[in-house]
């Protein structure tokens, strides 16, 4: 039941849809709240000084953005959990560093229990190379050269299987840091021209009129940066993460294939 739940908060359609449920419970609910609004009516202007009457005047882009926010929170708290489960039990660098004092003794026991130990995703790529390492001491019909080929291949099959799960929805976290942005504009001109638009049929120059509209239009565009900036923050954090357990795999795969070279004429 517990993979299944996980496996369901891990879909991307499904993030998104709940995350625009919620903002537009918010945005109707709590930014259009009567109270935030003179005589409680939101079709009024905001109550002076009401930041959250001033946001929901702005339009239909509010809960836009808004279900943006939240994916990119949403999949920054999944991303965590799941990319800090795949670092295991234990410091990782200490890991590696045990895991090349094994294989520098040739104790492969030992370094399959210390996988079976950190568990994890590096545990499970280096287990699945040992894997092959072994399989490969006891296989005479290779040369020592398809032999370390074959288990410099296991690493990166293993590797290709694991990393997909490490960069599962980080692409939507960056197509919002672009999105989020753009869509902080177009509520902006959009509200730019309704209030440019209501100064025309009104026939007048009204200076407080004028300046709450575009008050209310910058809302969009502060909210828009703002969106697009949490998610660069995001992905650059889990991109780096990611980039660090590549590292680290790619280093044992290199330490496996070396001692395999050292060891065997």
Same mark, same amino acid.
């Given at each position: 039941?517990?993979?299944?739940?996980?496996?369901?908060?891990?879909? *991307?359609?499904?993030?998104?849809?709940?995350?625009?449920?919620?903002?537009?419970?918010?945005?109707?609910?709590?930014? /259009?709240?009567? *109270?935030?609004?003179?005589?409680?009516?939101?079709?009024?202007?905001?109550?002076?000084?009401?930041?959250? /009457?001033?946001?929901?005047?702005?339009?239909?882009? =509010?809960?836009?953005?808004?279900?943006?926010?939240?994916? =990119?929170?949403?999949?920054?708290?999944?991303?965590?959990?799941?990319?800090?489960? *795949?670092?295991?039990?234990?410091?990782?660098?200490?890991?590696?560093? &045990?895991? &090349?004092?094994?294989?520098?003794?040739?104790?492969?026991?030992?370094?399959?229990?210390?996988?079976? &130990?950190?568990?994890?995703?590096? *545990?499970?790529? =280096? &287990?699945?190379?040992?894997?092959?390492?072994?399989?490969?001491?006891?296989?005479?019909?290779?040369?020592?050269?398809?032999?370390?080929?074959?288990?410099?291949?296991?690493?990166?099959?293993?590797?290709?299987?694991?990393?997909?799960?490490?960069?599962?929805?980080?692409?939507?976290?960056?197509?919002?840091?672009?999105?989020?942005?753009?869509?902080?504009?177009?509520?902006?001109?959009?509200?730019?021209?309704?209030?440019?638009?209501?100064?025309?049929?009104?026939?007048?120059?009204?200076?407080?009129?004028?300046?709450? /509209?575009?008050?209310?239009?910058?809302?969009?565009?502060?909210?828009?940066?703002?969106?697009?900036?949490?998610?660069?923050?995001?992905?650059?954090?889990?991109?780096?993460?990611?980039?660090?357990?590549?590292?680290?795999?790619?280093?044992?795969?290199?330490?496996?294939?070396?001692?395999?070279?050292?060891?065997?004429?």
């Amino acid at each position: 039941m517990k993979n299944k739940f996980f496996g369901f908060i891990q879909s *991307a359609g499904v993030i998104i849809l709940l995350c625009f449920i919620v903002a537009e419970i918010i945005y109707t609910f709590v930014f /259009g709240n009567p *109270a935030n609004f003179m005589d409680g009516d939101p079709a009024n202007a905001p109550m002076p000084g009401n930041l959250l /009457g001033t946001i929901h005047k702005g339009g239909f882009i =509010v809960p836009i953005i808004l279900t943006l926010l939240l994916t =990119v929170l949403t999949i920054s708290v999944e991303r965590f959990f799941t990319i800090r489960r *795949a670092k295991g039990k234990g410091d990782l660098t200490s890991f590696i560093t &045990k895991i &090349k004092a094994s294989l520098a003794k040739g104790d492969i026991k030992e370094a399959n229990q210390l996988c079976a &130990k950190q568990g994890g995703t590096v *545990a499970n790529v =280096v &287990k699945s190379a040992l894997m092959k390492y072994e399989q490969m001491e006891h296989e005479d019909s290779l040369t020592k050269d398809q032999k370390m080929s074959n288990i410099q291949q296991q690493v990166e099959e293993a590797t290709a299987l694991e990393l997909p799960i490490l960069e599962q929805n980080l692409v939507v976290v960056a197509t919002i840091t672009t999105l989020g942005t753009l869509m902080g504009l177009l509520g902006t001109v959009i509200g730019m021209i309704r209030s440019f638009a209501s100064l025309a049929t009104a026939g007048g120059t009204d200076s407080v009129a004028l300046s709450t /509209g575009i008050s209310e239009a910058l809302v969009n565009t502060a909210f828009g940066i703002a969106t697009g900036a949490l998610a660069v923050i995001s992905y650059n954090y889990f991109t780096s993460k990611i980039d660090k357990i590549t590292f680290c795999i790619d280093e044992v795969g290199y330490t496996l294939v070396q001692t395999y070279a050292s060891s065997h004429k």
